[in-house]
């Protein structure tokens, strides 16, 4: 089993910034990608933005130029640098990896923008 433990959500005013991480531990045997999804009340979970083990990355259009998602293998840790925040990037967002024999997901963690 693993567990991802996720930490950085809180409140910032629109134009701000925030830095959520994830880290994964337990019977880990090989990560295959890392990701954040979000879920804002009343809207399907979606994708934020996703990097492989190799470092590929894949971001929502919504977010491109104002999010970059980093990873470090040796820490199984998965980081969201979020710049330039909008009232509607207000959400919970979920952190989830994909390892060798299944998917995991985070408890989520709050990000409000609001002046």
């Known amino acids: 089993q693993v567990q991802l433990v996720e930490s950085g959500g809180g409140l910032v005013q629109p134009g701000g910034s925030l830095r959520l991480s994830c880290a994964a531990s337990g019977r880990i045997l090989s990560i295959r990608s890392m990701g954040w999804y979000r879920q804002a009340p009343g809207k399907e979970r979606e994708l934020v933005a996703s990097v492989t083990r190799t470092g590929n990355t894949d971001y929502a259009d919504s977010v491109k130029g104002r999010f970059t998602i980093s990873r470090d293998n040796a820490k199984n840790t998965v980081y969201l640098q979020m710049n330039s925040l909008k009232t509607e990037d207000t959400a919970v967002y979920y952190c989830?990896?994909?390892?060798?024999?299944?998917?995991?997901w985070g408890q989520g963690t709050q990000v409000a923008v609001s002046s």
């Open positions: 989830k990896v994909v390892e060798l024999l299944g998917e995991y």
